[in-house]
């Protein structure tokens, strides 16, 4: 579904993100990317969504090669995923139900019908109650949640997740989580950037960075570690 063939990305001053990276992620799976911060993790995540092209090597994500993606193709590729920043972008004069359904309504879907599974997703999330609140009346972890719902809305084959319990109390991190989890039980590929190593167990793989290279991948069914560098 994912597969990087000897990426690398660098920013501005020859700032180096990412390294000459090799990686294919399967349908399905549940990957972590765990590393001290600047080690690649989000620019990763960032590629993948086609916010950041590689500069050098292949990217391909569902068939389609990031580096080649025209801009009128972006909106096709993101239909496919579901992006969870560090910040929520949510907007201000909307209601919580009114954000959650902008992906849907973004690639047509009847307004019934977007009402419906906007608030199946904020039920998912325990935030059916709030649907009509504005985002500035709801808590950091609550909004968090938001993103969250309006992530899994349009029942992306893919989530992209970076830190998405940075600065949550456990019971909002679990929510979300949870949320996270739920989809990937159900066939949906999960990728998530995070320093939390609590959450190392729901995984199949941990992907650990540093310096913009793969440092090393554990198998959590405990079959195997391999050491990339």
């Known amino acids: 579904m994912i597969q ?11 700032i180096i993100a990412v390294q000459d990276i090799n990686l294919t992620i399967e349908q399905g799976e549940y990957v972590f990317l765990s590393g001290p911060s600047g080690a690649g993790k989000s620019t990763l995540l960032k590629m993948i969504a086609a916010i950041e092209r590689p500069d050098t090597g292949t990217l391909t994500v569902n068939g389609q090669e990031i580096g080649q993606l025209r801009p ?62 504005l985002p500035l009346a709801l808590s950091e972890g609550e909004q968090q949640r938001v993103a969250v719902a309006r992530a899994i809305v349009n029942r992306p084959q893919i989530i992209l997740a970076d830190e998405p319990t940075a600065n949550l109390d456990k019971p909002n991190a679990d929510k979300v989580i949870e949320a996270i989890t739920f989809f ?46």
């Open 72 to 133: 009128a193709g972006i909106p096709f590729l993101r239909r496919n995923l579901g992006l969870i920043l560090q910040q929520q972008h949510l907007l201000e004069d909307r209601t919580i139900l009114e954000n959650v359904m902008l992906p849907l309504n973004v690639t047509g879907v009847e307004q019934t019908e977007a009402k419906f599974r906007a608030r199946a997703a904020l039920e998912k999330v325990g935030l059916s109650n709030r649907a009509d609140s």
């Open 4 to 14: 990087f063939q000897n990426v690398s990305k660098c920013y501005p001053d020859d």
């Open 184 to 229: 990937q039980s159900a066939g949906v590929t999960c990728i998530i950037a995070t320093h939390d190593e609590s959450l190392f167990t729901k995984a199949n793989r941990v992907i650990y960075l540093d310096h913009g290279k793969l440092s090393h991948i554990d198998q959590m069914d405990g079959k195997k570690h391999e050491n990339l560098v």
